[in-house]
């Protein structure tokens, strides 16, 4: 998968939004299922559909008489801003999802139990590293709009809405753990008052918001709903993405639930989405799942770029010009991590399996992404000749650019293989240095890239922050011992590399390196 550019080698410099079209095939729909685009001021657009006796009538029908397609209008007015909303947890999710709702209008109260968390919360401090969070955590702190507390019988007094917003981790076998959901959802059924309605955005194995549905119905609270309102944030860019989303979906079985939850984003943009508990579940599994798809596809095609000698970047513009595809999600690499794709991916494929559906896309893509780090690691000592002893540069440490998350990091993986091989490993990260540092104490971690660079035989871009796309490369080298770059996310530009004197190191570029690659690949495939 590794291009070589020595010298004076070539160099490879480094859709809009269509409104969806509602398809529910297979069954007949029920009234309550619909969805509303709106326009950048959040106002309805003109409706299509027409109520009637039976609920709401489509004005297009689709070519299957099972299936309904069409624009259809809401059934009830929606609350407007100024709700009382108990968000349960305030993790990355939870803690960006409670400071937006505030920047909608509403009040927020944002329950969790981990003691140090809160303690830093409670001073109106944020926890993690999110563009943009903590300004609006301290600012909606201060004004009283948000708070924080672990108890929830203070949270819930007078709440409208609660949204369970907790960790679901993967478990050995793939699937979603979702002690925390139910565990929350019992707390929240001990303090409920009768109509609360609690909208679930974690993510969460198909059928779990119908169970929560059976656990509300046999408590002593009557008429609390359960709806399912999946999440679609990036970390690095989730204040943006709840602001602009593409969609919000609210996933229930009553109508008048859904509106509730459906009134707290009545001001922004982007495409309302009603639909089952259970499609709510499964789209965002679907959705993690499909992008993971997309990069692995890369990555296959990064080794057949490198046999072939072609050019992965210039294959993705390619295929990525065509408007069925799109640009997004088509750059070769290390592979995904994070806390979503790798375990969403699994749990998708842990559901398929619990209703005796294969998999085997899901697991090829699984089985491509856990290779990638191994075969760059190897494809670096070879064309570097890097021996037991020798010092490799790590410049970034989180799983994605704007982020101190860790969780599903490439660089853990890479750096652990490393020190196994015997090298001595340095590294650096604008945000990430201090949750690494626990897990890797036997690492050098440094202040910054230049003093990384001090002494190195190679480096290795794991993370493409964009402090180290715009390095002094000619001050980089001077510190060197070695003179190879390993660009493990295709984001430098070898051509300048290449003049300045590096051995640059791609994936999937022009270079002598697909042979290699492909050997790898094949004794891979043999063991």
């Not at 672990?150 to 809405?161: H, I, K, T």
Request: a negative charge; charged letters at 20%; glycine letters at 10%.
């Amino acid at each position: 998968m590794l291009s070589i550019a020595k010298k004076n080698c070539g160099s490879v410099s480094p859709g809009s939004f269509s409104e969806p079209q509602l398809k529910v095939c297979g069954y007949t729909p029920p009234a309550y299922l619909s969805y509303r685009n709106r326009a950048g001021d959040g106002t309805p657009r003109p409706p299509s559909a027409k109520r009637n006796e039976g609920g709401l009538k489509p004005m297009n029908q689709g070519p299957s008489h099972n299936g309904t397609t069409g624009e259809l209008e809401q059934t009830s007015e929606w609350p407007r801003a100024g709700s009382k909303v108990t968000v349960v947890g305030a993790g990355y999710v939870g803690l960006v999802t409670s400071a937006c709702l505030c920047e909608l209008g509403h009040q927020v109260v944002c329950v969790d139990k981990h003691p140090t968390r809160l303690s830093t919360l409670v001073h109106g401090q944020v926890p993690f590293f999110e563009p943009g969070l903590d300004e609006l955590v301290a600012r909606f702190w201060r004004g009283g709009r948000l708070s924080f507390t672990s108890d929830y019988g203070r949270a819930l007094e007078g709440s409208d809405v609660v949204m369970i917003a907790v960790n679901t981790p993967a478990c050995e076998n793939g699937e979603a753990e979702t002690a925390h959901v139910f565990g929350a959802t019992k707390e929240i059924l001990q303090h409920a008052e009768p109509g609360l309605v609690i909208a679930v955005k974690s993510t969460v194995p198909v059928g779990t918001g119908d169970l929560l549905a059976e656990l509300a119905k046999h408590s002593a609270v009557p008429g609390v709903e359960i709806v399912s309102n999946p999440e679609f944030l990036r970390q690095g860019s989730a204040v943006n993405d709840f602001m602009k989303p593409d969609r919000i979906v609210v996933g229930g079985s009553k109508r008048a639930a859904m509106d509730v939850v459906a009134g707290l984003y009545a001001s922004l943009p982007g495409t309302m989405i009603f639909c089952t508990r259970r499609s709510a579940e499964l789209a965002k599994h679907a959705a993690n799942a499909f992008l993971a798809t997309r990069i692995s596809l890369m990555n296959e095609l990064a080794a057949i770029c490198d046999a072939a000698q072609a050019d992965v970047t210039e294959v993705s513009q390619i295929v990525g010009a065509d408007h069925r595809i799109g640009p997004y999600y088509l750059q070769a690499g290390l592979g995904w991590g994070g806390s979503c794709l790798p375990k969403d991916v699994m749990a998708l494929a842990a559901s398929a399996s619990s209703f005796g559906c294969s998999a085997l896309i899901l697991d090829a893509v699984s089985q491509v992404n856990s290779r990638q780090p191994d075969l760059a690691i190897e494809g670096l000592r070879r064309a570097a000749d890097l021996q037991a002893g020798s010092t490799i540069g790590v410049l970034g440490l989180s799983f994605k650019p704007d982020t101190d998350d860790i969780r599903g990091a490439p660089a853990l993986q890479i750096i652990r293989r490393l020190l196994e091989c015997g090298h001595t490993i340095r590294a650096h990260d604008p945000q990430a240095i201090e949750p690494v540092r626990a897990l890797l104490p036997e690492v050098g971690y440094c202040l910054d890239p230049y003093h990384l660079a001090e002494g190195c035989d190679a480096l290795f871009l794991v993370t493409e922050w964009r402090e180290y796309l715009a390095l002094d490369w000619t001050r980089m080298l001077a510190r060197m011992r070695g003179e190879t770059i390993l660009d493990g996310r295709n984001a430098l530009d070898g051509d300048i590399l290449t003049r300045t004197g590096f051995t640059y190191l791609s994936l999937g570029r022009r270079g002598r390196f697909g042979s290699e690659y492909q050997s790898l690949v094949e004794s891979e495939a043999v063991a």
